[in-house]
């Protein structure tokens, strides 16, 4: 049990989580194994409507490396979890088949998902129905080392939590529930609130580039510095960077904008490929299946990416491990 004095040092999202594992989890532990502990967790803000503040922790200890392993995301999870009354969720053990977890407020069962074993992460969290979703792919499955965690279309990316799902034969986790979130002083946060929005709308980065052309912005902008990775991080510059640059995304792909919940940034791309509108990559997948492979094709950067998420598999390594 957490007390009072955890919840001042440590808060909540990764810190809280690192304290559950350091406490409750022997050394020597294989990250595949069922000693493994995955912790799901947010924060005080979320579901607050506080600006950014839809995001929330996966963490256990992580197959990729041998440590402890933290990711963070953006969707809707986060916040439906808060709804349903709970702040976070640690899972222990392993299932002796496929199974989900449904947390409907304070009842949780833990269900068969046989039927979505298999399935790729859009499918399956179309399958969970409403709510707030966390699902695996193929990859996490078969416990790729790199494989993601997905909700909506963001990707808990790095180190693999999605691998340690598949290890506790966990497809996904659904979250619903009506509970509203308590403020102490509700005049006052929600004037915070509203500094904070006119701060991140009214400053360059955050109310016109990241808008405007997302995290693909640093193709353009790192190139001539020479910190683009190009040809296995050989180099750092690319010669057609143009062709695979936030501004050639939003001049010839970009539909719309999206952004997470309670995010006035709103730097999320939908773009237009093979007559479906899709997401749109990051500066990372831009670079690493770009410039780092020496690749100047953006309908295929694009594609890649979208396949990938629907894998659940972390397109920043395989970036590098191509490479």
Request: charged share 25%; proline share 4%.
């Amino acid at each position: 049990a957490l007390s009072d004095r955890d919840r001042e040092r440590f808060l909540g999202g990764r810190f809280i989580s690192t304290k559950i594992l350091w406490d409750q989890m022997a050394p020597g532990v294989d990250p595949l194994s069922e000693q493994n502990i995955l912790v799901v967790m947010t924060s005080p803000l979320t579901g607050t409507g506080a600006p950014s503040s839809s995001r929330y922790d996966i963490s256990a200890k992580s197959p990729l490396t041998g440590a402890i392993g933290h990711s963070n995301s953006g969707g809707n999870f986060g916040i439906f979890l808060k709804r349903a009354g709970w702040d976070g969720i640690v899972i222990r053990g392993q299932a002796a088949r496929p199974v989900f977890v449904e947390i409907e407020a304070d009842h949780v069962q833990i269900k068969p998902a046989d039927d979505l074993w298999g399935l790729d992460t859009q499918a399956a969290q179309q399958a969970l129905g409403k709510g707030g979703k966390i699902v695996i792919g193929p990859a996490g499955e078969n416990r790729v080392k790199y494989a993601t965690v997905v909700s909506q279309e963001r990707s808990h990316g790095r180190t693999g939590m999605g691998a340690v799902m598949g290890s506790k034969n966990l497809k996904g986790i659904v979250a619903r529930g009506r509970q509203k979130i308590a403020l102490h002083r509700r005049k006052e946060f929600k004037k915070a609130v509203k500094q904070w929005t006119r701060l991140l709308t009214s400053h360059p980065a955050t109310g016109h580039i990241a808008p405007t052309y997302g995290t693909a912005f640093f193709v353009k902008a790192l190139n001539p510095k020479h910190a683009l990775p190009t040809k296995n991080f050989s180099q750092g510059q690319y010669e057609d960077a143009d062709m695979i640059s936030g501004e050639r995304l939003r001049s010839d792909y970009l539909v719309k904008n999206f952004g997470c919940v309670s995010c006035p940034i709103r730097c999320g791309r939908v773009v237009r490929l093979d007559g479906r509108e899709i997401k749109g990559p990051e500066f990372e997948i831009l670079c690493l299946m770009g410039s780092n492979l020496l690749i100047n094709d953006m309908d295929a950067i694009i594609r890649w990416n979208y396949e990938m998420d629907l894998l659940g598999i972390d397109t920043i390594t395989v970036g590098n491990v191509l490479g």
